[in-house]
């Protein structure tokens, strides 16, 4: 802008040396000429801060983008945290729980083995008891010179026929 002063009243010394040769009419037209050179020039500084304040504007909103898309990357990443530690959580009780219930499967079955065994055992020893009193009482009777002939347990039926006898 002091550029265009000093422009200016170089130009007005000059036409106001020239004024007195042609008269008012060329320094009307010296006028005429400054000033629309001083609305050109001011034309460009207006445009040139225009410019400037787009830039500006530009950048401001540039940054905002950035940080919004940040804003949203972060909250999207909060997000996907809280999935995973809900499904980490999910099958460690998932785990747990199949865990407790193989314990539980486990130790029933040791239960199931252990009456079964002790069933064994029990009916072993009823079977032992058993063949001792058989063989205690064997022993009892008294003894004879004569032989005994077996006796049959089992009952003799008649042959069938193919009907059925009441």
């Known amino acids: ?41 001011q034309k460009k500084q207006e445009v040139a801060e225009i410019e400037q304040d787009r830039e500006v504007l530009a ?16 909250h999207t990443e909060a997000l996907a945290a809280a999935r995973a530690k809900k499904k980490e959580e999910t099958a460690a009780k998932k785990a747990k729980r199949e865990e ?13 083995v252990k009456a079964e065994a002790k069933k064994q055992r029990e009916a072993a020893r009823k079977r032992r008891e058993a063949e001792k009193k058989r063989s205690s009482s064997v022993a009892q009777q008294p003894s ?11 009952q003799t039926q008649p042959p069938s026929t193919g009907q059925v006898h009441e």
């Open 144 to 154: 004879s010179k004569v032989e005994s002939s077996p006796v049959a347990t089992t």
């Open 59 to 74: 950048g401001i909103e540039a940054k905002k983008r950035e940080e919004v898309a940040e804003r949203n990357a972060k």
């Open 1 to 41: 802008m002091a550029v265009c002063i000093v422009a200016l009243a170089g130009a007005v010394a000059i036409a106001g040396c020239g004024a007195a040769n042609t008269g008012p009419k060329h320094a009307e037209q010296s006028a005429a000429e400054i000033e629309r050179t001083e609305e050109a020039a």
């Open 100 to 112: 407790e219930e193989a314990e539980a499967n486990a130790k029933k079955h040791e239960q199931l």
